[in-house]
């Protein structure tokens, strides 16, 4: 399958300060990139859906000029955590969907471990 | 109602025992269903999906998918423990087919 990575893996940061996390899809192209948020024994929260070329598409109650994604490149997405608090720590999670011929597959990057302190 | 429910578990099967793990959604034109297994501090990864009424095997996993009933399980035959993990169900919205929504998770425990 398809590879997706993250960096950095983990972070740790003070309160107020911005953190930047990159997602790549390592061997194909991405038109469409999502970002999730888990905080701890819960499920995957989607952020946003990231499109190539144009703004991406905030989910209600997601703060977009605080959270704020730019999706230059079609194997490249960034997220980035602007004046972070103790609330944000999360486990941030990106995605990818590849084209498999009949059907769109999402892959999943390792996780950005986030702690705000 | 929530979009996507799942029961939490624990879910504790002794080894070789078959494990059954039940989801069901709300959004009654949804026409794709995944399940995901996540290990803990691990990201999602993709264990099947489905899009028809019926069964579908892959090796020891079992999807089964009943659209009237809005019902989607994964069995899981011959468990070991490392199949100890906790499994996401997903399902793409009629309302917007891009996006998947994912249920709480079924934490799995897989005895010796």
């Known amino acids: 399958g398809a590879v997706v990575s993250q960096h950095p893996s983990w972070v740790i940061c003070k309160s107020g300060t911005s953190v930047k996390i990159e997602c790549r899809s390592l061997?194909?192209?991405?038109?469409?990139m999502f970002w999730y948020r888990q905080f701890p024994k819960q499920s995957l929260m989607l952020m946003a859906t990231?499109?190539?070329?144009?703004?991406?598409?905030?989910e209600q109650g997601v703060e977009k000029d605080k959270f704020l994604i730019n999706h230059a490149s079609l194997t490249l997405s960034t997220l980035t955590v602007t004046s972070a608090h103790p609330e944000d720590s999360s486990f941030y999670i990106c995605s990818a969907k590849e084209w498999r011929g009949a059907w769109y597959e999402q892959y999943f990057g390792p996780g950005t471990r986030l702690t705000v302190t | 109602q929530k979009e996507v429910e799942q029961n939490s578990g624990p879910l504790s099967v002794p080894e070789g025992a078959i494990a059954s793990l039940n989801c069901t959604y709300s959004d009654r034109g949804s026409q794709s269903f995944f399940w995901y297994r996540q290990y803990s501090g691990k990201s999602p990864e993709l264990i099947m999906f489905?899009?028809?009424?019926g069964d579908k095997e892959d090796g020891r996993f079992t999807a089964q998918l009943n659209k009237a009933s809005q019902y989607v399980s994964l069995l899981i035959r011959d468990s070991q423990p490392s199949d100890s993990a906790t499994y996401l169900c997903?399902?793409?919205?009629?309302?917007?087919?891009?996006?998947?929504?994912f249920g709480t998770g079924t934490r799995l425990q897989v005895f010796p």
């Open positions: 990231s499109n190539e070329g144009s703004k991406a598409t905030y």
């Open positions: 061997d194909f192209q991405a038109t469409t």
């Open positions: 997903a399902v793409t919205p009629s309302y917007n087919t891009d996006k998947l929504i």
């Open positions: 489905i899009y028809s009424n």
